[in-house]
Structure formats: C-alpha cells, structure tokens
C-alpha cells in the first residue's frame, strides 16, 4: 500500500473546474480550498451540480476546464484520488450477504493489497464504527444508519487527507446522523479535510468551516455559515440559500 499522504495547510485545492456534458449542461466554473482540520459544504438543490463537481475533484471526470490539487496531486493525472481522497457516495454500497467483517476485509484488501495493512485497517474501521457484534451479521440486517456507520468508518480508518462525502446522512433518523456527525468530527479533529455535500441547512450550519451555495451548475456565492446569514440579512442559513439562489 501507498503510504496515507499527509499534508498540512490546503489539502484540496480546485480553480475554475468546468465540465461540459455532451448532451447535458455545463457544471462550473468552480473554485475552492479546503484546509486541514476543517469541513467545506456544499449545498445546492437537486441537479445543481455538486456530484459532478465531487467526481472532478476525486478524477473520476476530467474537467474540461480548470485544475485540482489534493495535496499538491493532480488526481486525475494520477488515475484517481487513490491513497489522497476517501469517498463515500450517497448510495451506501455494500454487499448484503457478507457480514460487517467481511465487508471491512474485502475493502482493506483491495486497497492495500497487504494483510498486514488490511488487518490494521479492519480494526481501526471496527473500533470507529462502533458495531460491535453487528459486525459477525450479515449487513443486509443493518439499518440504514449501521450500513452508514460501516461505509464510513472504513473511509476514516483509510487515514486519507481528504474526506469526500455526498450527503452522509441523508435519509438516517436524528440518532444515527448524529453518529455520522460525530465520525466526521473525528476526522477534522485528526487534521482531514472533509468535502461534504448535503441538503440539510441546519446541519452544515453547525457543521461546515465554509458553504458553497450551487445552483444551475455554479456556484452563487461561497463564506462561512454565519458570514452567509449576515451578508443576506437572513435569519438561519436556509433562508440565506433562498435569498443567495433566488434573489428573494
Ligand atoms: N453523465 C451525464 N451526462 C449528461 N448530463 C449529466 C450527467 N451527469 C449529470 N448530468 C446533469 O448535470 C446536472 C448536475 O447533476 P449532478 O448529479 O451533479 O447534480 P447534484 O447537485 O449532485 O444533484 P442531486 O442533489 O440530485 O444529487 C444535472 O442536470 C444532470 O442531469
């Protein structure tokens, strides 16, 4: 296994992105930079653009337009965000008839290529995950929030510098988001740099360092949370998005 790069200061970094679907819109241009130990959020509504956006920064798309940096690596140049950026999409994609262990296993292995490494990282992703005897059932008796739970702390115990995440808690109930919440903590607490997309004002309030606000593809306007309440004379960041978006 590469060795999980470490960089301080800006881990990501993207300037002026645009993609341009052949038949579909132009996503971007879009530019931002997020620090160590902190969590960017973007927001925007359905088909806004922030997916499309997540795939160029991780090189899944090449930008048609524009540059990405994750610790200095252009990830697209390097065939993917391998050993930079852990992504966790929004559909949680797990394979029900293996248990929780099985699961961590497979992945670990596929990453590192290494028992030794693999081992490490299914108990590092065991111990965050906190599923205890969960982890010897089949995952097809998890609820929503444990398959999530699961997924995501096999992307902490990863130990990238980047965190990608497209709307983590989406769908889950107050207790298992609040899990969630608490994972992605942990992660800026430990010097990553969190990338998160999410539909919920309230939680990227209290959760992001800086918000994007997207739409139709662009980004509209971009601060921290409470610097967007005040530039818009709003009194939460919801109605700061509608006023950003809309222009009422
Ligand atoms: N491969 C593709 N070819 C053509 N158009 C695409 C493609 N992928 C996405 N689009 C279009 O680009 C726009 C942005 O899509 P994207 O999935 O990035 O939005 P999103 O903000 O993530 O939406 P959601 O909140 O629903 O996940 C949409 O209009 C979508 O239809």
Not at 37 to 54: D, E, I, R, Y
């Amino acid at each position: 296994m590469k060795p999980a790069r470490r960089c301080r200061g800006e881990v990501l970094a993207a300037e002026g992105l645009v993609k341009r679907f052949r038949r579909g819109p132009v996503i971007g241009p879009i530019s931002l930079r997020v620090p160590a130990g902190s969590v960017f959020a973007l927001v925007g509504p359905n088909g806004a653009g922030k997916t499309t956006t997540l795939r160029m920064i991780l090189g899944i798309y090449k930008p048609d337009e524009g540059r990405v940096r994750i610790c200095g690596v252009d990830p697209y140049r390097a065939r993917g965000a391998y050993g930079l950026a852990a992504y966790v999409p929004e559909e949680t994609a797990v394979y029900p008839r293996l248990t929780g262990y099985e699961h961590l296993w497979f992945y670990a292995a596929l990453y590192t290529g290494l028992p030794r490494e693999a081992e490490e990282i299914v108990e590092r992703a065991s111990r965050l995950s906190e599923l205890g005897e969960h982890l010897n059932r089949p995952v097809e008796s998890y609820s929503k929030g444990m398959k999530r739970r699961l997924v995501l702390a096999l992307a902490l115990a990863l130990e990238t510098p980047l965190l990608v995440l497209d709307e983590p808690t989406s769908g889950l109930d107050v207790y298992a988001a609040v899990r969630i919440r608490q994972l992605i903590r942990r992660a800026t607490s430990e010097g990553r740099a969190v990338l998160v997309t999410s539909h919920n004002m309230l939680e990227v309030e209290r959760l992001a360092d800086r918000v994007a606000f997207m739409a139709r593809g662009m980004v509209v306007d971009e601060g921290e949370p409470r610097e967007l309440v005040e530039r818009y004379g709003a009194r939460d960041l919801e109605e700061a998005f509608v006023k950003a978006t809309l222009g009422r």
